[in-house]
């Protein structure tokens, strides 16, 4: 039998705004800087991963190692570069039918949670004046184990004192896909069918979302 769906736990970059470009152009500004080639392919790898773990991926992939004072001035750097993109954003910057369906959440009485990896997760959504839309919010600030680990989901469900059995992820990362099923919670995956395959659910953004189409197809 289907089990009801009390919360819904979002992710945020490439969710609820399209961040996700933003973390790709100032990773592959420093890769350039390193002579390290640097696709979207490869930046999938990224999606959802801290910041540490997302230059040790590039530097992987170009063979290459850094001192750890060279380590984290890349680190600096790549976050003032981001910085530079988000300080621009204004709540034009929600994705399509976010905002609409949330607001059903909220009719409906389901809970709403963040859970994302970002360290800027705050910043961002002050800029795009939606901070009050999240009872709990669980960011990289408040956690140690990355993506796929389901710590920032479990934690976000805690915050809401609801069971994962009863929470839905929204994730545009398979690492987040992941994390959600080893939380124990179900995922709608927002984004392409090839690399969100996993999910319970796939949409390509939040026009194809409602309350009711969640309820039959989870
Ligand atoms: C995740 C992004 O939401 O946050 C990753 O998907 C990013 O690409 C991670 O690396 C950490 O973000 P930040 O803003 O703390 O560097
Ligand atoms: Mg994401």
Same mark, same amino acid.
């Given at each position: 039998?289907k ?6 736990i979002?992710d945020?970059?490439?969710v609820?705004?399209?961040t996700?470009k933003?973390h #790709? ?5 420093l ?6 080639? #640097? ?5 999938e790898?990224?999606k959802g991963?801290s $910041?540490?773990?997302? +230059? ?11 001192s ?9 750097q790549? @976050?003032e ?8 954003m204004?709540p034009?910057?929600i994705l /399509?039918?976010v905002?609409?369906? +949330? ?15 970002s360290? @800027?997760? $705050?910043?961002i959504?002050t ?5 009050d839309y999240f ?7 408040n956690?140690s184990?990355?993506?796929? @680990? ?9 915050? +809401?004192?609801?069971?994962?059995? #009863? ?13 959600a099923h080893?939380?124990?919670? $179900?995922?709608v ?8 395959h996993?999910?319970e659910m796939?949409? /390509?953004?939040?026009?194809e979302? @409602?309350? $009711?189409i969640?309820?039959?197809n989870?």
């Amino acid at each position: 039998m289907k089990k009801p769906i009390h919360a819904c736990i979002f992710d945020l970059d490439g969710v609820i705004v399209d961040t996700a470009k933003y973390h #790709f152009l100032a990773w592959q500004k420093l890769a350039q800087e390193m002579d390290i080639p #640097f696709t979207e392919a490869d930046n999938e790898q990224l999606k959802g991963v801290s $910041r540490v773990e997302s +230059l040790k991926i590039i530097l992987a992939l170009g063979g290459k190692t850094l001192s750890q004072e060279a380590f984290d001035a890349k680190m600096t750097q790549k @976050n003032e570069e981001f910085l530079g993109y988000i300080s621009q954003m204004t709540p034009k910057d929600i994705l /399509s039918g976010v905002k609409q369906f +949330l607001d059903e959440l909220k009719e409906n009485k389901v809970n709403i949670a963040l859970g994302s990896a970002s360290k @800027n997760a $705050r910043t961002i959504l002050t800029q795009i004046k939606m901070i009050d839309y999240f009872e709990v919010i669980m960011d990289g600030t408040n956690i140690s184990e990355a993506k796929p @680990n389901p710590e920032v989901f479990l934690k976000a469900a805690e915050g +809401l004192g609801i069971s994962p059995e #009863f929470c839905v992820v929204f994730e545009d990362a398979e690492k987040g896909v992941e994390a959600a099923h080893q939380g124990g919670m $179900r995922a709608v995956g927002v984004g392409s069918p090839e690399v969100l395959h996993k999910a319970e659910m796939i949409i /390509s953004g939040f026009e194809e979302m @409602n309350y $009711r189409i969640m309820t039959e197809n989870l």
